[in-house]
């Protein structure tokens, strides 16, 4: 029979998350018990493996000053236990006990194989909780992106398109399937601003290493040339921060486009949500070395 126990962390116990045992065993009473016990550090088989961080053997838990589930145990006729913990680097995630109708005296062998799978469970158990979590964040971006009333669009560091949301298909025109993949200059900056925009999209790049007796560092452009056709984009760049640079381009036209998160996002305010419906703003924050 073996027995599950998972560290609830808020309530500083230990919880039976799992019950097993071959069938026929007659086990029911000791199953339910073991459901319905909590065991705090050092209380009980599971508490005294989470307290040391080591496997443990009972050769007969009726005879053990340390086991409140002795007359349950009497009854349903079992006597040998051992435990070890579910272990990740420092923590202890949970226990697991067995345990056998028969008197057994302790194994070392078996203990430290016990105590290696117990490592090994734990790497897998917080394997599958990240993973969770990543489905989680995955699933909460994908809904703001879904229903956010801005247009975002996610690049790469080679200036590729990543994230195309829907308010950006309807704002630029283009499907995201059509985005996707496709360089931002050549598919929404105007022909007269695409090299500027490449410009600043490599000063935003973590520098590359250098030999110092060059003097200085390149800093970035005090302002892009504005064009003279109002079908164009007015730009200007703002140095900042290492590896940082935040530009405000103004717009006259409805053309565009939006993000995904590995490299700078650009925002741009839906015409629905401002005063001034034939004027829109775009903001671009890159973010690089994070």
Not at 174 to 191: F, M, N, Q, S, T
Not at 205 to 232: C, E, F, L, V, Y
Request: aromatic share 8%; hydrophobic share 35%.
């Amino acid at each position: 029979m073996g027995l599950f126990w998972l560290v609830d962390q808020q309530g500083k116990v230990l919880r039976c998350e799992e019950v097993w045992h071959l069938p026929g065993v007659a086990v029911s009473e000791f199953d339910g018990a073991s459901r319905g016990f909590t065991f705090t550090a050092g209380v009980g088989l599971p508490g005294r493996v989470w307290a040391s961080g080591a496997p443990a053997w009972i050769a007969d838990v009726t005879r053990d000053d340390n086991f409140p589930r002795t007359p349950i145990a009497a009854k349903e006729g079992l006597h040998g236990a051992c435990g070890f913990p579910i272990r990740f680097r420092r923590d202890i995630l949970g226990v697991i006990e067995f345990f056998s109708p028969q008197i057994r005296q302790p194994d070392e062998a078996l203990l430290a194989m016990m105590n290696a799978i117990g490592s090994q469970i734990g790497q897998f158990i917080e394997r599958k909780r990240a993973e969770e979590a990543r489905r989680e964040s995955e699933a909460r971006k994908a809904a703001i992106l879904e229903t956010a009333l801005d247009s975002i669009i996610t690049i790469d560091q080679e200036g590729r398109i990543t994230e195309f949301n829907p308010a950006a298909e309807q704002i630029f025109g283009y499907r995201r399937a059509e985005a996707l993949g496709r360089e931002i200059a050549e598919l929404i900056i105007p022909p007269s601003m695409r090299e500027s925009h490449r410009r600043g999209l490599r000063i935003t790049s973590p520098p590359a290493k250098a030999p110092s007796s060059a003097g200085g560092s390149r800093s970035p452009p005090d302002a892009w040339t504005r064009p003279s056709s109002q079908s164009s984009w007015p730009s200007r760049v703002f140095p900042g921060m290492a590896h940082r640079l935040s530009r405000v381009i103004s717009a006259t036209s409805r053309s565009g486009g939006g993000p995904r998160r590995r490299g700078p996002t650009w925002r741009r305010r839906d015409p629905r949500r401002s005063t001034r419906s034939c004027c829109s703003r775009i903001r671009l924050r890159c973010c690089q070395g994070r």
